[in-house]
C-alpha cells in the first residue's frame, strides 16, 4: 500500500532526445506527487511536483503526466541535455495529514546519462 | 536559500564505535529528517523530528538514535558503528507540517565502517 514503484532503473538517452521515467503508487490516498533530481555529490532538490486534480503540468522542459485511473505518473524531459544526468527520484505522500502519515515516500531512482 | 550543511562529506570509522553525524539548518524549519541512501535501494528514512526534543521513528530506526536539542540542529547517532552502517547519510529539512512544503537536502556524509 505503501510503496512507490519507480522505472527504469537507469536510462542512457542522446542528447535533444526524450527521456521518459514511469512511476506507480498504491495507495489511491496518495495526493502529492513530487519529483526530485540528484546531481553527483549533491542532495536531492524538488524538481517538480503535481497534486492528482491536473493531468499535466509543465515546467520548461519538464513536464509530469499523471493517471489517476491507473495510478501511475511519468516525468517527461524534453530535448535532454548532458545537463541533466542525474538521478531523479519519484515520490508520493498524503498532502493533509500530519506525522509519519504525511512523509514522502521514495521511489529507488533512475538514474538518467544523456549523451552528447 | 536554504542550506543544510552536515558536518562531514567523508567520515571512515571502526567496527562498534560510536558516531555523530550532525546537521544543522539556517532557516527556522520545523521539520528534520535523516535518511539513508543506498544503490538499488532509494532513500530510506531513519527518523525524523517535527519539533524540538521531539522525534519519531522511520522505516529503518534500528540502529540509530537521534538528537534534537536546538530547533537547528538534528545528530544522528550511531550507538554501535557496524559494517552494514556504511552508506551515504541525507539530512533534510522542511518548513512545516504541510506536505507541500519541500524538503532541503544537504550534501551528504559518506560513512565508511571498518
Known amino acids: 500500500q505503501q510503496q512507490v514503484k519507480q522505472s527504469p532503473q537507469s536510462l542512457i538517452v542522446q542528447k535533444g532526445g526524450i527521456s521518459i521515467i514511469n512511476c506507480a503508487y498504491e495507495?489511491?490516498?496518495?495526493?502529492?506527487f513530487p519529483w526530485y533530481q540528484q546531481f553527483p555529490g549533491k542532495g536531492p532538490a524538488l524538481l517538480i511536483a503535481?497534486?492528482?486534480?491536473?493531468s499535466e503540468k509543465k515546467e520548461g522542459r519538464f513536464t509530469i503526466s499523471f493517471n489517476k485511473s491507473a495510478k501511475q505518473f511519468s516525468l517527461h524531459i524534453m530535448d535532454s541535455q548532458p545537463g541533466d544526468s542525474a538521478t531523479y527520484f519519484c515520490?508520493?505522500?498524503?498532502?493533509?495529514?500530519?506525522?509519519?502519515?504525511?512523509?514522502?515516500?521514495f521511489g529507488k531512482g533512475t538514474k538518467l546519462s544523456v549523451k552528447p | 536559500d536554504v542550506k543544510v550543511t552536515q558536518s562531514s562529506r567523508y567520515l571512515v570509522k571502526r567496527t562498534g564505535e560510536k558516531v555523530f553525524l550532525e546537521c544543522v539548518q539556517d532557516m527556522d524549519h520545523e521539520n528534520m529528517f535523516w535518511y539513508r541512501q543506498d544503490p538499488g535501494l532509494g532513500l530510506r528514512l531513519i527518523y525524523f523530528?517535527?519539533?524540538?526534543?521531539?522525534?519519531e521513528k522511520g522505516d529503518i530506526p534500528e540502529g540509530y538514535s537521534v538528537s534534537r536539542e536546538k530547533k537547528e540542529r538534528f545528530s544522528l547517532i550511531l550507538e554501535s558503528a557496524s559494517t552494514n552502517q556504511t552508506s551515504m547519510y541525507l539530512c533534510a529539512s522542511s518548513l512545516t507540517r504541510t506536505r507541500g512544503s519541500p524538503l532541503h537536502f544537504g550534501n551528504g556524509t559518506r560513512l565508511t565502517v571498518t
Open positions: 503535481i497534486r492528482p486534480d491536473v
Open positions: 515520490a508520493a505522500s498524503l498532502m493533509n495529514y500530519g506525522g509519519s502519515q504525511g512523509n514522502l515516500i
Open positions: 495507495n489511491t490516498a496518495f495526493d502529492y
Open positions: 523530528s517535527y519539533d524540538v526534543k521531539m522525534k
